[in-house]
């Protein structure tokens, strides 16, 4: 489709936040490495795809497979981390904010009966905006 790849940073800096700061529950660290997580999130934030990797790889007592699976699998992604057209992204809360307000914080609709109500609401939405336009 021509588009570039860009990991999410949220859940990356989630991923990475809970492998070197804290991890609640049965996974809690004793030992917080504030110095470690700092420099390993400039490193993703600067898309430094091999840099990121030889950190994960030398305390990979600290992460998780899942984890490391999750950055070494995504290289595109994270040398896009410092592209200059990369401005974010917000998709995700924009979404559940949406549906939230559709449905009225309910999670009981049925596939289609929700389908059909986004189908209205985008109809409303582009009507308003074409009778705007005019």
């Known amino acids: 489709m021509g588009c570039y790849y860009i990991l999410d940073k949220f ?3 989630n991923y990475l936040w809970k492998s070197f700061v804290n991890v609640r529950g049965k996974h809690q660290k004793k030992a917080l490495d504030w110095t470690k997580y700092l420099d390993v999130t400039t490193t993703f934030s600067n898309g430094n795809y091999n840099g990121l990797i030889t950190i994960l790889e030398n305390n990979f007592n600290k992460v998780t497979k899942k984890t490391y699976n999750y950055f070494k699998n995504n290289e595109q992604g994270i040398i896009n981390q410092n592209a200059s057209w990369n401005i974010g992204c917000s998709a995700e809360s924009d979404v559940y904010h949406f549906l939230k307000s559709l449905t009225n914080g309910a ?5 289609q ?3 059909n109500m986004l189908i209205a609401k985008a109809n409303y939405l582009n009507s308003r905006s ?3 336009s005019g």
């Open 11 to 13: 859940h990356a800096l």
């Open 107 to 111: 999670k009981i609709y049925h596939h």
């Open 113 to 115: 009966t929700l389908n």
């Open 130 to 132: 074409y009778l705007n």
